[in-house]
């Protein structure tokens, strides 16, 4: 949609300077009255974004015709509150799709509220019940702001291990390094947790979505 309407701004201001550029008899002040009149048409047919190109291009064209831009002053704050309620309509139709997509996906996780823990995490249902403190094994999970996280435990043999890979035929992805700390690298007894946030782990679960066949 975005693409469409840019096209469609740029095909109505080419149009528009090629109509200005031939009439060749005109003076100065029809040129910038004629520019003003299919801005205010473009607002009438709502297309804002023409609009306010057509008046920047009236104001940077014609800075010398005063009385024309003082005329078409009324025209500005229009075209930009038509702008404002595309936009403001645009977000809530995305906010409604992202709504509706989190609902439905909604079915899948369970979430998990642990009072040792500073918040609860929301992970798929089958994992709910199964701590990563007794097996080895990686783990997704989501905090309850929506920021996906991973958590890799290792319940065998130490390897001191301070990032992930995954591999086939496809690349290689690894999660950043988190050097043991104590902290969000952990070793106690004989197991090793890691936690990878955000950006340190997400090339991970893009990778895994790219390639769910293999």
Same mark, same amino acid.
């Given at each position: 949609?975005?693409?469409?309407?840019?096209?469609?701004?740029?095909?109505?201001?080419?149009?528009?300077?090629?109509?200005?550029?031939?009439?060749?008899?005109?003076?100065?002040?029809? !040129?910038?009255?004629?520019?003003?009149?299919?801005?205010?048409?473009?607002?009438?047919? +709502?297309?804002? %974004? &023409?609009?306010?190109? &057509? &008046?920047?291009?009236?104001?940077?064209?014609?800075? !010398?015709?005063?009385?024309?831009?003082? +005329?078409?002053?009324?025209?500005?704050?229009?075209?930009?509150? +038509?702008?404002?309620?595309?936009?403001?309509?645009?977000?809530?139709?995305?906010?409604?799709?992202?709504?509706?997509?989190?609902?439905?996906?909604?079915?899948?996780? #369970?979430?998990?509220?642990?009072?040792?823990?500073?918040?609860?995490?929301?992970?798929?249902?089958?994992?709910?019940?199964?701590?990563?403190?007794? !097996?080895?094994?990686?783990?997704?999970?989501?905090?309850?702001?929506?920021?996906?996280?991973?958590? #890799?435990?290792?319940?065998?043999?130490?390897?001191?291990?301070?990032?992930?890979?995954?591999?086939?035929?496809?690349?290689?992805?690894?999660?950043?390094?988190?050097?043991?700390? +104590?902290? !969000?690298?952990?070793? #106690?007894?004989?197991?090793?947790?890691? /936690?990878?946030?955000?950006?340190?782990?997400?090339?991970?679960?893009?990778? &895994? /979505? %790219?390639?769910?066949?293999?």
């Amino acid at each position: 949609m975005y693409n469409v309407a840019n096209k469609r701004t740029l095909l109505g201001v080419a149009m528009a300077m090629l109509l200005f550029s031939c009439g060749g008899k005109n003076t100065d002040t029809e !040129r910038a009255e004629a520019i003003v009149n299919q801005a205010d048409s473009a607002i009438t047919a +709502g297309d804002y %974004d &023409l609009a306010v190109t &057509l &008046l920047d291009t009236l104001k940077s064209r014609y800075p !010398r015709e005063i009385k024309v831009q003082r +005329g078409a002053m009324n025209l500005r704050p229009k075209a930009i509150e +038509g702008q404002t309620i595309r936009q403001i309509e645009i977000t809530d139709s995305m906010l409604a799709a992202s709504s509706h997509r989190r609902d439905s996906m909604m079915n899948y996780f #369970s979430f998990v509220n642990n009072p040792e823990l500073v918040e609860g995490y929301y992970v798929i249902k089958e994992y709910a019940n199964s701590s990563l403190f007794n !097996r080895t094994g990686v783990e997704a999970r989501i905090t309850p702001e929506g920021e996906f996280y991973i958590i #890799s435990s290792l319940n065998a043999k130490p390897v001191k291990h301070t990032s992930l890979s995954l591999k086939n035929q496809a690349g290689e992805v690894s999660t950043a390094t988190v050097d043991y700390d +104590g902290d !969000r690298n952990y070793r #106690s007894g004989g197991t090793e947790m890691i /936690t990878f946030v955000g950006a340190e782990c997400d090339t991970l679960g893009q990778f &895994l /979505t %790219d390639n769910r066949g293999a």
